[in-house]
């Protein structure tokens, strides 16, 4: 790696720094060596941190001549990978600056805002050291193939994506459903109850489950049994089921996965068919059954 600081000086955003990161090491491996680019960008050491309660945290002095990255040894690997690309975020980002007594301190909530922090100074460094670590972990130039590699939105291609990119599912999802073209949102879940869900907000409309609330009866989730580890067939589900359908509206067809894992937690993917623009397939469509429909998505050689 021959990447410098000085590679760096111009870049003040999330996403200018990863460019320019991308454009110095254009030949970065997947998974992201991401301690050794640390390395190279003035990080002097990468330690656990002792201080419970946190996920990461960054020791820096203000002027950010160099500084030490701090991880929880508790995490699962692709936590820890994700906390210590977050802290490089904040070291790198021109405007994040250290308390006084030169530290930044990260919770897991931090590690997961997304949004906000227009009003709050604080919310939206974490909301943009997050950005830099989702970009860097998987730029987007090789992420954007890969999400693209399967013919339907499908929860195995997801964990093969999170798996190829040593980061989370959840993480994975987060950009995946981004970078697909079709409709796409992710749901987690707990003992039935809506945690958390990742949609692009231009392609996939608004929930109806609220975070907190029970899932519907009718949801594939809870339905059928599911297999602990294993992702389920596909399965349409009406899509009021999910989301608010206006009163005389035929919605478009909505497609439901879910992966059950440990402790309780299940992965659901939502999806619908991509706009493809064709009225006279979209009349066809309209003409079929569901089942029909769910056939000829899962059998056509598109
Ligand atoms: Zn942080």
Redesign the pocket.
């Known amino acids: 790696m021959n990447i410098n600081r000085i590679d760096l000086a111009d870049a003040a955003s999330p996403e200018r720094l990863v460019l320019e990161i991308l454009k110095h090491e254009p030949t970065l491996a997947i998974p992201i060596p991401i301690k050794e680019l640390c390395l190279r960008l003035d990080i002097l050491e990468i330690v656990p941190l002792t201080t419970d309660g946190y996920e ?1 945290g ?1 020791l820096t002095s203000s002027d950010k001549f160099n500084g030490t990255i701090l991880f929880n040894e508790a995490s699962p690997r692709p936590r820890r990978r994700f906390t210590i690309a ?2 490089l ?2 070291f790198l980002m021109p405007s994040h600056l250290p308390s006084s007594d030169g530290r ?3 919770k897991l909530q ?2 997961m805002a997304l949004k906000g922090g227009e009003t709050d100074k604080r919310l939206k ?2 909301v943009e ?2 950005r830099f670590a989702s970009q860097i972990l998987m730029p987007p130039p090789k992420f954007r193939v890969d999400a693209a590699a399967s013919k339907d939105p499908e929860l195995g291609h997801l964990c093969s994506i999170a798996k190829k990119y040593d980061v989370s599912r959840e993480a994975a999802g987060r950009a995946y459903v981004r970078f697909r073209d079709e409709p796409v949102a992710l749901v987690v879940t707990q003992n039935g109850k809506v945690l958390r869900d990742y949609r692009d907000p231009l392609k996939f409309p608004n929930l109806s489950a609220a975070r907190g609330r029970m899932v519907s009866d009718h949801s594939l989730l809870r339905r059928r049994k599911h297999e602990m580890g294993v992702p389920s067939a596909i399965d349409e589900t009406d899509a009021g089921v999910w989301t608010t359908v206006e009163r005389g509206r035929k919605p478009a067809p909505l497609y439901e996965q879910v992966l059950l894992q440990r402790d309780g937690f299940a992965l659901i993917m939502l999806s619908r068919d991509a706009v493809s623009g064709d009225d006279e397939e979209a009349d066809d469509e309209a003409e079929m059954t569901s089942a029909e429909r769910l056939k000829r998505r899962l059998h056509s050689d598109r």
């Open positions: 990461g960054l977050h802290e975020g904040h930044f301190l990260c931090d590690m460094m974490e050291a997050n």
